[in-house]
């Protein structure tokens, strides 16, 4: 389930990183964002 959702983060959310995001200068939903994709990415890693 998560390797599903985490082809779905990669198509259709944005890429901060690729932007050049400075996480000290983040909005709260960038952040928010961020953490998403970290949750899901760590969990299909597994």
């Given at each position: 389930m998560f390797?599903?959702?985490?082809?779905?983060n990669k198509t259709l959310l944005p890429s901060f990183t690729k932007q050049g995001l400075d996480v000290s200068k983040a909005k709260?939903?960038?952040l928010a964002l961020?953490?998403?994709?970290?949750?899901?990415?760590?969990?299909?890693?597994?």
């Open positions: 390797k599903l959702l985490a082809r779905i709260k939903w960038q961020l953490a998403w994709r970290y949750y899901v990415t760590s969990r299909a890693l597994d």
